[in-house]
């Protein structure tokens, strides 16, 4: 008479593999994220990584098959965590304007998160070596995406004029961004607190809503 076969149980505490494994990649790309964004991708190496965040080299090549694919990992992953803090955002009580008004400073917060200018800098400065992988995604973007409902809803309240939204809403955030994201790339501090972007907002804010030519 045989015996009956008790399943077996998973001991107490553990976790799935699907979930150790998820919790693996995603201690690789943090700690990936943290050393290419502190010395660079010339001065950061798999070997580093794999040190750093207790996984075996191989185990981080069976995921990434290059230094090249795990720093692109790495940019979705900031990425990703960029666009959780946009969806995260607390709505806005007032009018389409001060909806996009608050939109717009919350975009300028989120370029200038360290890691975010740190790899950016390098995607920059190593643009011949990430050339030769395969092309970026031609899909949509979120972050654009909402700042275009943003300016329609403006236009449609007689906030904004009529005219093309999407091209609208790229000049906007390019006017607000491009001068502080620049200087931190280049290495300055000139807008690393929160006052000096408050500053540097209001005065773009001003502009952008009543010109800066004298009738």
Same mark, same amino acid.
């Given at each position: 008479?045989?015996?009956?076969? =008790? ?44 040190? #750093? ?11 990434? &098959?290059? =230094? ?21 955002? #607390? ?9 996009? =008004? ?6 300028? @917060? $989120? ?8 790899? =950016?800098? $390098?995607?920059?400065?190593? !643009? ?6 395969? !092309?970026?995604?031609?899909? @949509? ?24 939204? &999407?091209?609208? !809403?790229?000049?906007? $955030? ?14 300055? @501090? ?13 005065? $773009? ?8 030519? !004298?009738?």
């Amino acid at each position: 008479m045989t015996e009956d076969r =008790k399943p077996r149980r998973r001991p107490a505490g553990g976790r799935p593999p699907k979930q150790r494994a998820e919790e693996a990649g995603m201690r690789i790309l943090e700690t990936a994220t943290h050393l290419f964004a502190s010395r660079g991708f010339a001065g950061t190496s798999v070997e580093q990584v794999a040190s #750093a965040c207790g996984a075996g080299k191989d185990t981080i090549y069976r995921r990434f &098959p290059s =230094k090249v694919a795990l720093f692109e990992a790495v940019v979705e992953h900031v990425r990703d965590r960029a666009l959780d803090r946009l969806n995260g955002l #607390a709505p806005v009580d007032g009018d389409a304007l001060k909806q996009l =008004k608050a939109l717009l400073r919350a975009y300028l @917060s $989120i370029n200038m998160e360290p890691d975010l200018v740190a790899l =950016k800098r $390098i995607a920059f400065s190593e !643009a011949v070596v990430f050339a030769k992988s395969s !092309a970026a995604s031609s899909g @949509s973007d979120p972050f654009m995406e909402r700042l275009v409902e943003a300016v329609r809803a403006a236009q449609a309240d007689g906030f904004l004029r009529t005219g093309d939204a &999407p091209s609208m !809403a790229s000049h906007l $955030i390019h006017s607000l961004v491009s001068l502080p994201t620049t200087n931190a790339m280049l290495g300055g @501090s000139d807008y690393d607190s929160p006052e000096a972007l408050d500053a540097h907002f209001a005065v $773009i804010w001003l502009w952008m809503t009543e010109g800066v030519i !004298a009738r």
